[in-house]
């Protein structure tokens, strides 16, 4: 008798599915102790219910090293289970302290379980390839981005260096020699992120410098009077000086003296002033007169109420009504010739007897008047110091 395919196909079929279900062994890892379980289960979180294992909220299931979803059945066989169990972390960060729990493999997966994003300029502490124990303490400092300007141009960098000396040896901008940071290398890195390299050198000259001389004034009865003659013109001195200059990213910024050394000193000037009298005569205004010194000076006019004083002043400096031939000279000048008598062309014989507060600068007598005879003067004159010599004499005019 001949059976038809599709009679024979449904008979196979019958048959298999009434052939009773071979359990499966599981095999199941909890914290290192193998546990095996008959069971007709494929889904891991009813697996470990048989097994009387109860997982909490933080542990992690695994099959065949890879991490799987307690609710979601396995396909694959064999299965082996194994559970690894959450541990108490600690995460230090500039932000504060914080417990955690994990079953991550290694410190890196901790901290992303944590929400932290690792970059590799981040630095963490124990590495982030660290395997997880229970109890570690984790350090984690996150990289921050720095500009950091030098040489002329701008490096854009992350970094979790301490410091500013160690940002800039991350990025390969060391400190050489006499160059600085701002902020310094050993000051923590800025809010702002902002870090300046200025670069240093320093160049060493010589350079020459001239000392100037003194002059020494002396007296000389060879010389006449009023005139000065030179007795030893003297000489600038030469001293070598050795300078260090420093330069802050190629611009000079100072110049600093080390030391000085004097290779020829100065000689000094001596100039000797004329003490010698000479009594000299001469024909002034048609009236012979006898001098020993003639001065050229400026002469100027006043008179009791044309004297740039209040209440037309009248009184001599020596206590005299003033009037014309009284004259008045500087105050050292008067108080050397008080009294003395000159001569000045085109106002007369004159004799000083007055303080002029203003005339300093220049050789100047004032010429005094009445009001009633005043004449206007602005002009320079030869002044004459008539004989006899008196015994004081200013031999320098000043």
């Known amino acids: 008798m001949k059976i038809s395919s599709g009679l024979a196909l449904f008979l196979t079929f019958f048959l298999f599915a009434c052939q009773p279900t071979t359990p499966l062994t599981v095999l199941i890892i909890d914290d290192g102790m193998p546990v095996a379980l008959q069971t007709e289960e494929r889904v891991p979180a009813a697996i470990l219910t048989q097994a009387g294992i109860t997982l909490q909220p933080n542990d992690r299931v695994l099959s065949s090293g890879l991490s799987v979803a307690p609710d979601q059945p396995i396909e694959t066989d064999p299965i082996v289970l194994q559970i690894r169990r959450a541990v108490n972390v600690t995460i230090v960060s500039p932000d504060g302290q914080k417990q955690v729990q994990t079953s991550a493999f290694t410190i890196g997966e901790a901290l992303q379980e944590a929400g932290i994003q690792l970059r590799s300029s981040d630095k963490v502490d124990p590495p982030a390839n660290t395997p997880i124990s229970s109890l570690l303490t984790i350090n984690y400092h996150p990289s921050v981005p720095l500009t950091i300007a030098t040489d002329g141009k701008t490096t854009q960098i992350r970094s979790s260096a301490r410091t500013v000396g160690e940002a800039l040896a991350e990025a390969g901008i060391p400190l050489n020699g006499l160059d600085y940071s ?217």
């Open 182 to 398: 701002l902020p310094a290398e050993k000051e923590p890195l800025p809010p702002d992120g902002q870090i300046k390299v200025v670069r240093v050198s320093e160049s060493v000259i010589l350079a020459q410098k001239p000392i100037p001389f003194e002059s020494e004034l002396i007296a000389s009865a060879e010389v006449p009077l009023d005139q000065t003659q030179i007795l030893d013109p003297g000489s600038s001195g030469l001293s070598v000086q050795r300078i260090r200059i420093r330069y802050e990213d190629g611009v000079e910024v100072s110049r600093v003296t080390e030391n000085e050394t004097v290779v020829r000193p100065p000689e000094k000037r001596v100039l000797a002033y004329g003490t010698k009298i000479e009594i000299k005569t001469a024909t002034v205004d048609g009236v012979q007169i006898e001098y020993w010194r003639a001065v050229q000076m400026y002469a100027t006019s006043y008179s009791p109420c044309n004297s740039g004083v209040a209440n037309c002043g009248s009184t001599t400096a020596s206590g005299k009504q003033l009037k014309k031939g009284m004259v008045g000279l500087r105050l050292n000048w008067y108080l050397a010739m008080q009294g003395q008598p000159v001569y000045i062309p085109g106002y007369g014989r004159a004799t000083v007897e007055d303080v002029c507060g203003g005339c300093v600068g220049k050789p100047w007598i004032d010429l005094g008047y009445s009001d009633a005879d005043y004449v206007g003067w602005s002009s320079w004159v030869t002044v004459y110091f008539l004989t006899p010599v008196p015994t004081n004499i200013l031999y320098i005019l000043e």
